[in-house]
């Protein structure tokens, strides 16, 4: 790499814009294929929203799941696609992320520190839909030591606090631990063993040093790229992109306040995160409930659609007709000591036995067991017409301290702080929560009264709940005759209030088969590729899997690695 930043020049063969999962991976990929790259990041840390995500990758063809008997075949892959991405199937993308992921996988792991495992039992956000799977699809990030990264892990940036436990990162894996730490010995143990081996690393090292979840996905990838001799600039901006003719051959950057241009032989990947903080095209198509503050993202707010704007700056085509142009999460807001506040997403929890959620008017209005997409559209569309998309989730005791509730885990952990907080209400009846949190007492009395002579059939017959393999995975399997339905019956009984938030968007630039940016009309730009978020999504703007946004993020950052490097 010619480095000249004297004259304000730099010159590389793969300029990768942005640092989350599918960007390193691009980098890697093209390190590997022998050109010389260069990764600019915005934000002072590497990352992206990839590291503060679950690490969770839908990879259908995995050799993981084969490996553990699950059959799946080309043709129901296929067909989930073609069922859930409806008109805006594609078949030549879908095509080649079914090809590439497997390789894309097999690369990494040979070429990084990174480990994948199974998500064991954990299905399709569709699994009833044609196609669809109970298991087999889901992988995620093993945990990894941050040593791999020296001195580095200062710049990787970090999970959010509230996902964290005493700072301490959590992977998925270790949920079913501290979930059920209060009340199974193998459990609590293995927390014990963790909360003291961090506590010994924080005084070893001055930080425990377990990376998990997106930090454990994003840290070894750095690793490998550093490794490699990629290099990773950060708080350095890209501005524009430059342009010879009608192809992209490079950018301009702002690093260390000067403008510096950056000629980039083989071509110039676009991984932004696509525009969750872009208050313009956020306005145009967040759902109305949605657009609520900013704090309702989980998004950093670096992710402003800089990469959308750059493309369509020389040519290229944002699909916005998605299904939905964002990928939505129940939020909870969560006041911190420190007089902050913070949103914590109510991924789980919603669709254990003992609980419903309500609108204002004290009406049921999903299946509380589906996926955190599907849930909250359901809440858009069940407040079509009010400012704010708000629901409540309604616990009796028993479900709260078995199960937790949104930021307020399970017992052994105490409910007191969240209750001072006002994060939870309390009311010794129904009736009384009811008239604290604001929701129609009369209805809610209803309702709950006919959710609990359905649920002690184990049949939820107004929503369906627990009537396929991914709401049965969210309940409890020791809880019959349906493992994610159970009545409230026990007092005192609790609420939390969530809303309709960010955890990703949809829309993006129009990509072929190869990840190279195109124009409306179809033609190539040559030398722009995207990939991550800035791409429109392949599921044609719906959530169909967990893992199927960084999945395919990773597999079309290793496509346009290899095709910036000659190897398509
Ligand atoms: C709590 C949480 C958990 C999640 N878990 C999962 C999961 O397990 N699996 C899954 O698939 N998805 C998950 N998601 C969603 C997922 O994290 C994102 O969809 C994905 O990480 C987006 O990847 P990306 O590469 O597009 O963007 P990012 O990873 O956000 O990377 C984009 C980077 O580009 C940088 N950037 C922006 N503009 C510029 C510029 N002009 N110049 C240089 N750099 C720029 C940004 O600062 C940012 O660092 C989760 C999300 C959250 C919030």
Not at 431 to 438: D, N, S, T, Y
Request: proline share 5%; hydrophobic share 40%.
């Amino acid at each position: 790499m010619t480095i000249d930043m004297a004259a304000e020049r730099l010159e590389c063969d793969a300029l990768i814009v942005g640092s989350g999962a599918g960007a390193l991976c691009a980098a890697l990929t093209a390190c590997h294929a022998g050109l010389d790259v260069l990764v600019l990041e915005k934000e002072p840390w590497f990352g992206g929203a990839s590291a503060r995500s679950g690490g969770g990758l839908w990879i259908p063809g995995n050799k993981l799941g084969a490996a553990a008997g699950i059959a799946d075949s080309r043709e129901e892959m296929m067909t989930y696609f073609r069922h859930e991405a409806g008109p805006l199937f594609d078949e030549a993308r879908v095509t080649a992320f079914l090809d590439n992921g497997p390789r894309m996988l097999d690369f990494v792991t040979a070429n990084s520190p990174v480990r994948f495992v199974l998500l064991q039992g954990v299905s399709d956000y569709h699994p009833h839909h044609p196609g669809g799977k109970s298991e087999g699809r889901a992988i995620m990030a093993a945990s990894l030591s941050a040593k791999l990264l020296g001195r580095e892990i200062k710049r990787l940036r970090r999970p959010m606090k509230v996902s964290t436990f005493m700072g301490m990162q959590i992977g998925i894996e270790d949920f079913r631990y501290f979930y059920t730490a209060g009340r199974n010995l193998k459990s609590f143990l293995h927390v014990t063993r963790m909360v003291l081996r961090s506590m010994i690393e924080r005084i070893v090292h001055g930080q425990p040093m377990r990376l998990a979840s997106g930090n454990a996905l994003v840290g070894g990838l750095a690793a490998s790229c550093f490794g490699s001799g990629v290099r990773i600039m950060t708080s350095a901006p890209v501005r524009a992109l430059r342009t010879t003719g009608d192809a992209v051959t490079g950018a301009v950057a702002e690093i260390d306040g000067r403008m510096v241009d950056i000629m980039a032989r083989k071509g110039v990947l676009l991984a932004t995160g696509g525009f969750p903080h872009d208050s313009e095209r956020r306005a145009r198509l967040f759902p109305s409930g949605a657009r609520n503050p900013e704090v309702w993202s989980l998004m950093p707010y670096g992710n402003s659609g800089d990469g959308l704007r750059m493309g369509e700056a020389v040519g290229a085509h944002v699909e916005e007709a998605m299904r939905c142009a964002v990928a939505l999460s129940p939020m909870s807001r969560v006041d911190t000591d420190e007089g902050e506040m913070r949103s914590f997403p109510v991924f789980s929890t919603r669709g254990n036995p003992g609980k419903l959620a309500v609108k204002r008017n004290g009406r049921r209005f999903v299946d509380e067991a589906s996926s955190y997409h599907d849930f909250s559209v359901g809440l858009l569309a069940a407040s079509q017409g009010e400012p704010d998309a708000i629901a409540y989730v309604i616990s009796d005791h028993r479900s709260i301290r078995r199960y937790g509730l949104g930021f307020a885990h399970p017992y052994p952990m105490p409910l007191g702080p969240h209750l001072r907080s006002g994060y939870v209400i309390r009311g010794e009846t129904i009736g009384e929560l009811a008239e604290k949190a604001g929701i129609d007492a009369e209805a809610l009395t209803q309702t709950v009264e006919t959710f609990n002579a359905n649920a002690r059939t184990g049949i939820d017959p107004d929503f369906g709940r627990g009537s396929n393999a991914y709401d049965r995975w969210a309940g409890d399997p020791a809880h019959k005759p349906n493992p994610c339905l159970g009545p409230l019956e026990q007092g005192p009984y609790y609420a939390v209030r969530v809303f309709a938030g960010a955890v990703g968007t949809f829309a993006g630039l129009m990509t072929n088969a190869n990840a190279q940016v195109l124009r409306r009309d179809g033609s190539v730009i040559p030398g722009l590729y995207a990939a991550g978020n800035d791409l429109a999504s392949i599921t044609g703007g719906d959530y169909i899997g967990g893992g199927c946004t960084i999945g395919p993020a990773m597999t079309f950052g290793y496509i346009a690695g290899k095709h910036m490097g000659g190897q398509p």
